[in-house]
């Protein structure tokens, strides 16, 4: 009953290469999230999508983008990967709603920089 | 923009002892708060949230958690906990709009 399905499970790519993230959601909800955490870190919000606005956070680097062809996916492109990007990937997804957010996450990507 | 932080980065319990979780928010006004939890493997997910009302919160589990406005806290507590109770948990406020700000998470390691 996976709601947000983040694939792969463990992505390894190398230092420079291009590499995407992919992330889709049954929930048929407005937003969608992408986090960044590090080990014993807090989740790091990297950027987010209502419906298809795009809203990028002051100090996410120019290295990644992302897209949202649908409501159901979104992509995390990461386009020339350094050793310090190496962390799990988080998806979530919300409703808007009135006195805060509730977020469903997916279960992560972990990236590996060689 | 608020902001969360969790002064204990990892704790140490055996099974039945009574668990309490500091979390303290940086903002006066109107305040949600969550405790999200992210066992071994699996994704984080929601334990309790706090909008308005009573400020003893219970959620899943068995955890509560007590907002207390004059001392900006929302500590989790559960009085006894299992050793599946072994997880990472993390405070979290609205960061933004659409957003949540996550504290830096602690760890909780229940021994058998």
């Known amino acids: 009953d996976a709601m947000v399905i983040q694939n792969p499970r463990y992505q390894v790519t190398q230092f420079g290469k291009p590499v995407t993230l992919s992330c889709s959601q049954t929930?048929?909800?407005?937003?969608m999230y992408w986090y960044q955490q590090k080990s014993s870190q807090a989740p790091k919000l990297l950027f987010h999508?209502?419906?298809?606005?795009?809203?990028n956070e002051a100090d996410t680097p120019d290295n990644f983008q992302s897209r949202r062809p649908n409501t159901s996916f979104c992509f995390l492109d990461i386009r020339s990967p350094g050793l310090g990007d190496a962390a799990m990937y988080l998806c979530a997804t919300s409703i808007p709603g009135a006195g805060g957010e509730k977020l469903f996450f997916g279960s992560g990507t972990q990236l590996s920089v060689l | 923009a608020q902001s969360v932080s969790q002064h204990n980065h990892h704790v140490i319990l055996s099974e039945a002892a009574s668990l309490e979780l500091g979390c303290n928010y940086s903002?006066?006004?109107?305040?949600?708060l969550f405790w999200y939890v992210q066992y071994p493997g699996q994704h984080l997910q929601l334990l309790l949230k706090?909008?308005?009302?009573?400020?003893l919160v219970k959620g899943i589990k068995g955890f509560e958690a007590e907002f207390i406005k004059s001392k900006f806290s929302f500590n989790l507590r559960k009085p006894s906990v299992q050793w599946s109770d072994t997880a990472e948990y993390f405070c979290?406020?609205?960061?933004?709009?659409?957003?949540?700000?996550f504290g830096s998470g602690t760890q909780l390691t229940v021994l058998p």
């Open positions: 903002y006066g006004g109107t305040v949600n």
């Open positions: 706090y909008f308005s009302g009573d400020p």
């Open positions: 999508y209502y419906d298809k606005d795009f809203n």
């Open positions: 929930l048929n909800h407005n937003v």
């Open positions: 979290a406020v609205p960061g933004g709009t659409r957003q949540l700000t």
